[in-house]
């Protein structure tokens, strides 16, 4: 089989002088009216050059099997159809190939390609055409071959120009006719790339709308734990400024019994009243002790609470700015 042989052949061949990728769509045998798809998902799409045929031929390959293999003639043409989607018929094949590019770039570098090895092939065909004209059967059987296929392959002829070659009522010749039927694409070229974009931008919807709903959990999930550490920060500041009243409290009372120690101190009073003032100032003292550690551990917890609830602070700004983005778009 013509693919099989010239894939096999690939390894005799140059590296590919221009690759690309693409979803590949032929065009169907029986009505010429709608696209095939070939691969389930983009391929690459090369140019080889045939150093001993000289042409280039446009192969691609999905897994085992060659989907592409198609030999540019000087009369072939490549026609963008849309803005990522270009097609050209292979009289030798007799049928029609589609290409969905992901970018109007691609599409216009694999159409500039083309165009290019086209031209190379077409310097090579007037080198090695006879002076006097004539065409080789060969050549004139290609051409023929070609004029008949490209009736699914061409961009549509402008309407007015259509219209006023239809109103003219002039006699044309058959070829003319011919050359009029060339002019249309096939109805379901438009069809298979509406529905090609209008099912990627299902694909995107549906990716838009989980992105979304998760956007949602992660937000509510940010604003409960906000509202948590901002109770919990509140519960916590209270706590302090109350043990400070009570430390302040306990600082005073420590101060008056100090006082109080020193005045029996320096007169003849009651020793057991006095060692129970010791006593008590003592117990005083450690309280102050304990409680001056307690409210720098909790001064630690404020400040943490407060570094926390600003960063959640923050997470949920900027979750609400991009859930409003996408709902913008």
């Not at 790339?193 to 937000?219: G, H, I, V």
Request: aromatic residues 6%.
């Amino acid at each position: 089989m013509e693919t099989e042989d010239s894939v096999i052949q690939l390894a005799s061949w140059e590296l590919p002088v221009f690759s690309s990728k693409a979803h590949v769509f032929q065009i169907d045998p029986a009505t010429k009216k709608s696209w095939i798809p070939c691969s389930k998902q983009a391929v690459t799409v090369s140019f080889y050059y045939d150093k001993t045929k000289e042409t280039h031929r446009i192969i691609s390959v999905d897994g085992t099997k060659a989907i592409i293999n198609s030999t540019i003639f000087p009369n072939m043409n490549f026609t963008k159809t849309s803005q990522k989607f270009g097609q050209w018929s292979d009289p030798k094949v007799n049928s029609v190939y589609g290409l969905g590019f992901p970018s109007e770039a691609e599409l216009n570098k694999f159409a500039e390609m083309f165009k290019e090895a086209r031209g190379s092939t077409s310097s090579l065909a007037n080198t090695s055409r006879p002076s006097s004209g004539t065409s080789s059967p060969q050549t004139t059987g290609i051409s023929t071959n070609t004029s008949q296929i490209n009736g699914v392959r061409d961009s549509p002829t402008p309407q007015g120009t259509h219209t006023s070659s239809m109103k003219s009522g002039s006699s044309t010749s058959s070829n003319e006719e011919e050359r009029e039927g060339i002019s249309h694409k096939p109805v379901g070229n438009t069809e298979a790339q509406l529905k090609y974009e209008n099912d990627r931008l299902k694909m995107a919807l549906a990716q838009s709308s989980t992105n979304a709903k998760k956007w949602e959990t992660e937000l509510q999930t940010l604003k409960n734990n906000n509202a948590r550490l901002t109770a919990a920060l509140q519960e916590s500041t209270a706590n302090v400024e109350e043990w400070k009243k009570q430390l302040n409290a306990y600082k005073e009372e420590s101060l008056r019994l100090r006082k109080k120690v020193q005045e029996m101190e320096s007169s003849d009073v009651n020793t057991d009243m006095f060692n129970s003032l010791t006593q008590d100032k003592m117990a005083l003292e450690g309280r102050i002790i304990h409680l001056e550690s307690v409210t720098r551990e909790r001064e630690e917890e404020v400040a943490l609470l407060r570094h926390t609830n600003t960063e959640l602070t923050s997470q949920v700004k900027v979750s609400t700015s991009s859930k409003k983005n996408h709902d913008l778009v």
